[in-house]
């Protein structure tokens, strides 16, 4: 039993204010929590615990949470004014400055004679009469704004710069207010029918989505106005910017529901959600319906499926059982059964994109299935709808299940193949194959290449796959010709890179990527073939040897890159995985010499590198790729939503930018833009990936042209991400050297690193048995130490300003010095940390190490640390001056050897701070300052 088991909470908030005084937040934290649980009574103690955890919710920066027990606090004792004080402070902090005048003026009527509280309430008085006079200058430009955007027969090119200032004063809370109180809602739901202008159409869009963001109250009054069906119908569009400004005010409008973001790694509320539970429910279930509108355009359907795509995984807002509730697995299976060329009666309209989309959906809808009665669910629906299609054996039904099953099998692949393995679907598909019938022969040609994915699961189609493979690779029709090469590529690639394995004879996989090659240059060939093209290549660049062809096939490598600058999700996979193989950016087995030893022994294969696969081949590779482009390939690429797809991309980018030469073109082309989000959102390694691009983009380049804006802000997060024990050393030491240089930009990066956690995780590697990742980090500290919040971290009660002394004498020169500047930038600005100095046991030698450095860098700064320790305080200065430090000072000032003037300077400059304590004085005899005793009592210290 621990001793802090039978505290009062009395004690606890003792111990509290112990931690407190310490500066340990998190530690006050839990006792004043503690303190609370056992406080029953609506009392004045109780008030006390919760205005002390407000606190200490300021200090951590938690200022809603500061609120919230200030409010408690009130509750229990009004107006009183330690709790108005506090709530007010957390109020200024968010900009909420009407409300925080509001309680300081609550204040001087309660207690007159605060005098804290006086200068306070003249700063907000100032700022909420600017703020005033600036909602007065705002509504003017609204109104005016107004006028010209809806004059409805004005001239076209001003209505769409009024409309474009007003979705600029939209993103700013005065004029959102102004606006939403002008009644822009209406007149833009007014205008929207009549309007002949799509650009205006869209601004409006993105106006009410501006309206709605982080305001529940607004949000809510907007939706009662226009109503979920009026956002459905502004879907329906071909032009892509109408289609993404009506998906992005619905997702605004969840965000708001939900507590989320649009940012990757945003959580959603669980307070909010279940408050707005019928709300949120009702947008996601309309959006479901919608998915088999046979009115709407096919990029009004991805756009939909995108939206519930991004919202079902339990990491949003965790809706994928009711959509397999309310029957949604059969309208996306309908939607995955459409073929884009093939149009019947109550077909659909999709694109080239749509079935992508929908495999991913379904694959999402799957993950989320994560107990075996719900993957029973989805697997049933499934089996249902297959069922239902083949009651009535047309060949339209036919087709249509095939295409389905192709699409899951690109999907959620456990339950593609287990539909495969039914009784007669198989046969039915080898069937379709050997038919006359094209469209048949495409389509079970498709089925077939996608049920190759797993060898081991598939064996009975890949054997009778083969000879219909090779038959209709015979056929005169290009589309069935190259889906047959594709299936053929697949079956040849299956073993991977080890070089000993050839399921073809020798030199076939080289003729099959030449025929790949002749339909991917092909300027005369539709997309779609030079698609399947590319995804032959992804199989066959396993083989190093077309690898190696194909990087120094200019034209080609140039045709798959234009390929997916089209941005067409269906292309994803086949470009980003044959550029994983040219990258060799795959899981790499590791051979360990004794295991390869007893595998011979055993008589087992040992997989085999080839040799174009060596290191060298690889860097020219990624070069080569740079300078082609690949980057702005990979940008376009990056907006899909399947996670591995984002892995792969990451894993592209991270290879190319492990070459410096080619980390400029990454920036120039976009990467670091892409790169932000597949950071923050994806599979384990593919973010871990992404980062360490990252990561080495801002090693290299300057972080401010790397990551303009607030992009510097955002990339902290995947750099701390990457101090890890589960991450590699090397992935370690780029995140530490990419913060150094991030913490060397200004003062507002560097609070971040330290708001995101970074400190702790930073300061961890200094400890670390490894030279290269201890100066790192202590490199990142020096340049921290600007920060006047990272000077409080050595300030409060542990023994961080005892081993930076300690690192000033380490061996290695750049961590001394790293160390040794960090300790004189402390000194500097803080009293306590020159006190402490005084913890280390060696703290003299060190001094002496730095002082008669024969490096002058080094050991300026150790003279600026003495300086700076002279200038604190006598008692200070007293034990400095009683060692022989004086003695160094003084043959430092007169030292011919010296040739840094700096040097000599400072050291006359820390014997006159002595003399002004009156601790030494100039002997007229001698010319030498002499020590004198003296009382040092120095009350100013006493607390």
Same mark, same amino acid.
């Not at 040992?606 to 040799?611: D, S």
């Given at each position: 039993m621990t001793k802090t088991t039978n505290l009062t909470a009395q004690e606890w908030k003792e111990k509290g204010n112990v931690e407190f005084n310490k500066g340990n937040w998190s530690e006050a934290l839990s006792c004043y929590t503690s303190a609370l649980k056992l406080a029953n009574e609506d009392n004045s103690d109780k008030a006390i615990y919760y205005k002390n955890r407000a606190a200490t919710y300021l200090k951590q920066e938690e200022?809603?949470?500061?609120?919230?027990?200030?409010?408690?606090?009130?509750?229990?004792?009004?107006?009183?004014?330690?709790?108005?004080?506090?709530?007010?402070?957390?109020?200024?902090?968010?900009?909420?400055? /009407?409300?925080?005048?509001?309680? +300081? !003026?609550?204040?001087i009527s309660a207690d007159p004679g605060n005098k804290a509280i006086q200068p306070i309430a003249a700063r907000l008085h100032e700022i909420v009469q600017e703020r005033y006079r600036q909602n007065s200058r705002v509504s003017a430009k609204v109104a005016q704004m107004m006028d010209i955007a809806f004059e409805i027969k004005g001239d076209n090119e001003k209505r769409e710069t009024a409309m474009n200032n007003l979705l600029v004063l939209a993103r700013e809370r005065a004029g959102a207010e102004i606006m939403f109180n002008d009644g822009i809602v209406s007149k833009i739901t007014k205008i929207l029918k009549l309007e002949k202008n799509e650009d205006i159409i869209t601004i409006g869009v993105?106006?009410?989505?501006?309206?709605?963001?982080?305001?529940?109250?607004?949000?809510?009054?907007?939706?009662?106005?226009?109503?979920?069906?009026?956002?459905?119908?502004?879907?329906?569009?071909?032009?892509?910017?109408?289609?993404?400004?009506?998906?992005?005010?619905?997702?605004?409008?969840?965000?708001?529901?939900?507590?989320?973001?649009?940012?990757?790694?945003? =959580?959603?509320?669980?307070?909010l959600c279940d408050k707005y539970n019928k709300e949120i429910d009702t947008i996601l279930s309309c959006l479901l319906y919608s998915v088999t509108n046979r009115t709407i355009s096919?990029?009004?359907? %991805?756009?939909?499926?995108?939206?519930?795509?991004?919202?079902?995984?339990?990491?949003?807002?965790?809706?994928?059982?009711?959509?397999?509730?309310?029957?949604?697995?059969?309208?996306?299976?309908?939607?995955?059964?459409?073929?884009?060329? $093939?149009?019947?009666?109550?077909?659909?309209?999709?694109?080239?994109?749509?079935?992508?989309?929908?495999?991913?959906?379904? +694959?999402?809808i799957y993950e989320n299935m994560y107990y075996d009665a719900a993957k029973e669910k989805f697997r049933n629906a499934i089996d249902e709808y297959i069922k239902d299609k083949l009651l009535t054996p047309d060949i339209e039904s036919k087709v249509r299940v095939v295409v389905a099953i192709t699409t899951l099998l690109l999907g959620p692949l456990d339950v593609g193949n287990a539909i495969i393995a039914k009784e007669g679907i198989l046969e039915m598909i080898l069937?379709?194959?050997?038919?006359?019938?094209?469209?048949?022969? =495409?389509?079970?040609?498709?089925?077939?290449?996608?049920?190759?994915?797993?060898? %081991?699961?598939?064996?009975?189609?890949?054997?009778?796959?083969?000879?219909?493979? @090779?038959?209709?690779?015979?056929?005169?029709?290009?589309?069935?010709?190259?889906? +047959?090469?594709?299936?053929?590529? @697949?079956?040849?690639?299956?073993?991977?890179?080890?070089?000993?394995? !050839?399921?073809?004879?020798?030199?076939?996989?080289?003729?099959?990527? /030449?025929?790949? !090659?002749?339909?991917?240059?092909?300027?005369?060939?539709? =997309?779609?073939?030079?698609k399947w093209a590319v995804e032959g290549l992804s199989y066959l660049t396993f083989d190093a040897e077309v690898k190696e062809k194909l990087i120094a096939d200019v034209q080609a490598v140039q045709?798959?890159?234009?390929?997916? @600058?089209?941005?067409?999700?269906?292309?994803?996979?086949?470009?980003?995985t044959t550029l994983v193989n040219l990258c060799n950016a795959y899981d790499k087995q590791e051979l360990i010499p004794e295991m390869i030893e007893l595998a011979k022994f055993a008589k087992h294969h040992i997989p085999e590198e080839h040799e174009l696969d060596d290191i060298d081949f690889v860097n020219k590779r990624l070069i080569a790729l740079a300078k082609a482009g690949v980057t702005y390939a990979l940008v376009a690429l990056s907006k899909t939503e399947s996670q591995n797809s984002k892995e792969l991309i990451a894993r592209v980018f991270n290879a190319i930018c492990s070459q410096q030469d080619a980390r400029g073109i990454v920036v120039q082309q976009g990467g670091a833009k892409a790169l932000l989000p597949l950071a923050l959102d994806?599979?384990?390694?593919?973010?871990?990936?992404?980062?360490?691009?990252?990561?080495?983009?801002?090693?290299?380049?300057?972080?401010?042209?790397?990551?303009?804006?607030? !992009?510097?802000?955002?990339?902290?997060?995947?750099?701390?991400?990457?101090?890890?024990?589960?991450?590699? +050393?090397?992935?370690?030491?780029?995140?530490?050297?990419?913060l150094c240089n991030l913490a060397n930009v200004n003062d507002s990066v560097r609070k971040r690193i330290l708001k995101e956690g970074g400190f702790q995780k930073i300061e961890a590697y200094m400890y670390e048995d490894h030279e290269m990742l201890q100066r790192a980090s202590t490199?990142?500290?020096?340049?921290?130490?600007?920060?006047?919040?990272?000077?409080?971290? $050595?300030?409060?009660?542990?023994?961080?300003?005892?081993?930076?002394?300690?690192?000033?004498?380490?061996? %290695?020169?750049?961590?001394?010095?790293?160390?040794?500047?960090?300790?004189?930038?402390?000194?500097?600005?803080?009293?306590?940390?020159?006190?402490?100095?005084?913890?280390?046991?060696?703290?003299?030698?060190?001094?002496r190490y730095l002082l008669a450095n024969p490096n002058s860098d080094l050991q300026h700064r150790g003279i600026v640390i003495v300086l700076n320790m002279m200038k604190s305080t006598k008692e200070v200065a007293t034990r400095v001056i009683d060692t022989d430090i004086m003695e160094i000072l003084m043959a430092l000032t007169k030292s011919d050897t010296v040739q840094n003037k700096k040097i000599k300077q400072l050291a006359a400059e820390a014997l006159e701070a002595a003399a002004k304590w009156e601790l030494i004085r100039k002997s007229e005899n001698e010319g030498e300052s002499q020590r004198e005793s003296q009382n040092t009592n120095n009350l100013e210290n006493l607390e």
């Amino acid at each position: 039993m621990t001793k802090t088991t039978n505290l009062t909470a009395q004690e606890w908030k003792e111990k509290g204010n112990v931690e407190f005084n310490k500066g340990n937040w998190s530690e006050a934290l839990s006792c004043y929590t503690s303190a609370l649980k056992l406080a029953n009574e609506d009392n004045s103690d109780k008030a006390i615990y919760y205005k002390n955890r407000a606190a200490t919710y300021l200090k951590q920066e938690e200022y809603n949470k500061a609120i919230e027990d200030c409010d408690k606090a009130l509750k229990i004792c009004p107006n009183d004014p330690k709790a108005l004080f506090r709530k007010c402070q957390a109020l200024e902090a968010l900009e909420r400055y /009407e409300e925080a005048y509001r309680d +300081a !003026r609550y204040i001087i009527s309660a207690d007159p004679g605060n005098k804290a509280i006086q200068p306070i309430a003249a700063r907000l008085h100032e700022i909420v009469q600017e703020r005033y006079r600036q909602n007065s200058r705002v509504s003017a430009k609204v109104a005016q704004m107004m006028d010209i955007a809806f004059e409805i027969k004005g001239d076209n090119e001003k209505r769409e710069t009024a409309m474009n200032n007003l979705l600029v004063l939209a993103r700013e809370r005065a004029g959102a207010e102004i606006m939403f109180n002008d009644g822009i809602v209406s007149k833009i739901t007014k205008i929207l029918k009549l309007e002949k202008n799509e650009d205006i159409i869209t601004i409006g869009v993105r106006i009410i989505a501006e309206l709605c963001q982080n305001n529940i109250d607004r949000t809510e009054n907007i939706i009662r106005q226009i109503g979920i069906p009026w956002c459905l119908e502004l879907f329906n569009s071909k032009l892509v910017e109408r289609v993404n400004a009506t998906q992005y005010c619905l997702q605004t409008i969840l965000n708001t529901y939900s507590g989320m973001t649009n940012k990757p790694d945003s =959580k959603p509320n669980k307070d909010l959600c279940d408050k707005y539970n019928k709300e949120i429910d009702t947008i996601l279930s309309c959006l479901l319906y919608s998915v088999t509108n046979r009115t709407i355009s096919g990029l009004a359907r %991805d756009a939909i499926i995108e939206l519930i795509m991004r919202n079902i995984h339990y990491t949003a807002l965790n809706w994928a059982e009711r959509l397999v509730e309310l029957h949604g697995l059969q309208r996306l299976m309908e939607v995955a059964s459409e073929l884009e060329e $093939y149009k019947y009666e109550s077909s659909m309209e999709i694109t080239s994109s749509t079935r992508t989309v929908t495999s991913v959906c379904l +694959a999402r809808i799957y993950e989320n299935m994560y107990y075996d009665a719900a993957k029973e669910k989805f697997r049933n629906a499934i089996d249902e709808y297959i069922k239902d299609k083949l009651l009535t054996p047309d060949i339209e039904s036919k087709v249509r299940v095939v295409v389905a099953i192709t699409t899951l099998l690109l999907g959620p692949l456990d339950v593609g193949n287990a539909i495969i393995a039914k009784e007669g679907i198989l046969e039915m598909i080898l069937v379709m194959a050997g038919a006359d019938d094209v469209l048949q022969q =495409k389509v079970a040609c498709e089925c077939i290449v996608a049920a190759a994915s797993k060898k %081991d699961k598939a064996t009975t189609i890949i054997n009778q796959g083969v000879n219909i493979l @090779k038959k209709l690779y015979q056929s005169k029709d290009d589309s069935i010709r190259v889906r +047959a090469l594709v299936g053929l590529c @697949k079956l040849g690639s299956s073993g991977g890179t080890d070089a000993t394995i !050839r399921p073809f004879a020798e030199g076939a996989t080289k003729k099959l990527a /030449e025929a790949c !090659r002749r339909f991917l240059i092909n300027p005369k060939k539709q =997309k779609d073939m030079r698609k399947w093209a590319v995804e032959g290549l992804s199989y066959l660049t396993f083989d190093a040897e077309v690898k190696e062809k194909l990087i120094a096939d200019v034209q080609a490598v140039q045709a798959m890159i234009e390929l997916a @600058k089209t941005g067409d999700q269906s292309v994803v996979y086949g470009v980003v995985t044959t550029l994983v193989n040219l990258c060799n950016a795959y899981d790499k087995q590791e051979l360990i010499p004794e295991m390869i030893e007893l595998a011979k022994f055993a008589k087992h294969h040992i997989p085999e590198e080839h040799e174009l696969d060596d290191i060298d081949f690889v860097n020219k590779r990624l070069i080569a790729l740079a300078k082609a482009g690949v980057t702005y390939a990979l940008v376009a690429l990056s907006k899909t939503e399947s996670q591995n797809s984002k892995e792969l991309i990451a894993r592209v980018f991270n290879a190319i930018c492990s070459q410096q030469d080619a980390r400029g073109i990454v920036v120039q082309q976009g990467g670091a833009k892409a790169l932000l989000p597949l950071a923050l959102d994806g599979t384990d390694k593919g973010k871990k990936q992404a980062s360490q691009a990252l990561a080495r983009l801002g090693i290299t380049i300057n972080p401010e042209v790397a990551f303009p804006g607030q !992009r510097i802000m955002e990339v902290v997060r995947p750099f701390i991400n990457l101090l890890n024990p589960e991450c590699s +050393a090397l992935e370690n030491f780029e995140s530490l050297m990419a913060l150094c240089n991030l913490a060397n930009v200004n003062d507002s990066v560097r609070k971040r690193i330290l708001k995101e956690g970074g400190f702790q995780k930073i300061e961890a590697y200094m400890y670390e048995d490894h030279e290269m990742l201890q100066r790192a980090s202590t490199q990142v500290i020096n340049n921290l130490m600007m920060c006047e919040d990272t000077v409080k971290y $050595y300030e409060q009660e542990n023994d961080r300003v005892k081993y930076l002394v300690i690192l000033c004498e380490n061996e %290695d020169l750049d961590t001394s010095m790293a160390a040794a500047g960090a300790l004189a930038m402390l000194t500097s600005v803080s009293i306590k940390s020159c006190i402490k100095i005084f913890d280390t046991k060696d703290w003299l030698e060190s001094l002496r190490y730095l002082l008669a450095n024969p490096n002058s860098d080094l050991q300026h700064r150790g003279i600026v640390i003495v300086l700076n320790m002279m200038k604190s305080t006598k008692e200070v200065a007293t034990r400095v001056i009683d060692t022989d430090i004086m003695e160094i000072l003084m043959a430092l000032t007169k030292s011919d050897t010296v040739q840094n003037k700096k040097i000599k300077q400072l050291a006359a400059e820390a014997l006159e701070a002595a003399a002004k304590w009156e601790l030494i004085r100039k002997s007229e005899n001698e010319g030498e300052s002499q020590r004198e005793s003296q009382n040092t009592n120095n009350l100013e210290n006493l607390e």
